[in-house]
């Protein structure tokens, strides 16, 4: 089975019933090094971000099962916050430390120049080379976004764009040159580099704004685990009540084995 949604009843025992259900053991039982990737856009508290104890759920099952580096990394978009401080705010420093994990701001350091011509807004970008020695497992939760019509697990790429290249004239926001032209800028970016594991925290959902605003009510109650992006996107799109064929990004048909050929 290549995606699942399970209820929820807490991070410990729904990640572990999600991943059991995809076989996700024997993925992770032959990786050296794993990145989790969660959605720290600001400091807000869940639902705006990951909340650590879902990150802390999915290092718990793969350490069951693997003997893998495993590493916490995420680069945020507020201009005001540098992501080593969101990482304190949120309690990510006290569980990093607490297990032994360690944590990476994408924003900065070596980048690696990749190069596509099919692709219409970065015919060219800048990513960081740890994500490509690195089995990349992205954790969003699920909201509404006004310009992308969900943040997803393709979206949630978006934290690997580093601001030196990617904030454009806009100041407010550190990689607000994906905000010009959002759907094909996100689909580009995963043309480079999309996850190879996906886990959205659906426990909650916000319906409206991905920043703050109402929360789905009655709450999702859902974790949804996949390895391909865009499926796991599309099932999230149907838990807000939106069509998916509408949503650019997540409606181009483009699996990561097409990627991976292309590339």
């Not at 959605?39 to 650590?52: E, G, R």
């Not at 569980?95 to 070596?110: C, F, R």
């Not at 934290?159 to 100041?171: D, I, K, M, R, V």
């Not at 390895?227 to 807000?240: S, T």
Request: net charge negative; aromatic share 8%; with cysteine.
């Amino acid at each position: 089975m290549d995606i699942i949604s399970v209820g929820f009843e807490s991070f410990e025992k729904s990640i572990k019933e999600a991943l059991d259900g995809i076989s996700a053991h024997k993925q992770i039982a032959e990786q050296s090094a794993i990145l989790i990737k969660p959605n720290l856009i600001n400091a807000s508290p869940h639902p705006v971000t990951t909340a650590p104890e879902c990150c802390k759920a999915i290092i718990e099952y793969i350490r069951k099962h693997s003997k893998a580096e495993i590493v916490i990394a995420e680069g945020c978009g507020d201009a005001n916050h540098e992501t080593d401080g969101v990482f304190e705010n949120l309690g990510y420093t006290a569980m990093a430390e607490k297990l032994g994990v360690s944590l990476i701001d994408l924003n900065y350091g070596p980048v690696k120049i990749l190069e596509n011509p099919t692709c219409q807004i970065f015919p060219k970008m800048y990513l960081p080379k740890i994500a490509f020695d690195h089995y990349i497992v992205s954790v969003p939760v699920l909201k509404a976004h006004s310009l992308a019509g969900i943040t997803g697990s393709l979206k949630n790429m978006m934290g690997f764009a580093q601001p030196e290249y990617y904030s454009g004239h806009h100041g407010f926001w550190k990689k607000a040159v994906f905000h010009e032209k959002m759907q094909e800028s996100i689909i580009d970016l995963n043309k480079y580099l999309s996850p190879n594991l996906s886990i959205m925290d659906c426990s909650i959902g916000l319906a409206d704004y991905h920043l703050g605003g109402a929360q789905c009510d009655p709450h999702v109650k859902k974790i949804i685990a996949g390895y391909n992006p865009w499926e796991v996107d599309r099932e999230a799109a149907n838990l807000l009540g939106l069509n998916w064929k509408n949503i650019g990004h997540i409606a181009t048909g483009l699996d990561k084995n097409s990627i991976l050929q292309k590339m």
